[in-house]
């Protein structure tokens, strides 16, 4: 099975910006719907972007005109562009493979301090 590894979180100030890596063991990101998803604590899981080979990207509304979904098919990363951070964005993020089967990363700390 495909196995996602996410990279690229840490801390950062209100403002501020990060870029989130996920790396796949194989060529999955043309074939299937991917997407982040983060949890804060005491939340749920909360999916903030997904991509559809065939039908584009789209966007959380707390995240929308922040946040940019897109994929490197040649290397087989995910990413996620996160801009004009804000201490709610707080959560570990993971990336995730829709469907079935459902796969997920080990998940990147991202904190945002005010």
């Known amino acids: 099975q495909v196995q996602l590894a996410e990279s690229g979180g840490g801390l950062v100030q209100t403002g501020g910006s990060l870029r989130l890596s996920c790396v796949a063991s194989?060529?999955?990101?043309?074939?299937?719907?991917m997407g982040w998803v983060r949890q804060a604590p005491g939340k749920q899981r909360e999916r903030v972007a997904w991509i559809d080979p065939s039908a584009g990207a789209d966007y959380a509304g707390s995240v929308k005109r922040r946040f940019t979904i897109s994929i490197d098919n040649i290397k087989n990363i995910l990413y996620l562009e996160m801009n004009s951070l804000k201490p709610e964005d707080t959560a570990v993020y993971y990336c995730?493979?829709?469907?079935?089967?459902?796969?997920w990363g080990q998940g990147t700390q991202v904190t945002v301090s005010s």
């Open positions: 995730n493979k829709f469907g079935i089967p459902n796969i």
């Open positions: 194989g060529d999955i990101f043309s074939r299937n719907v």
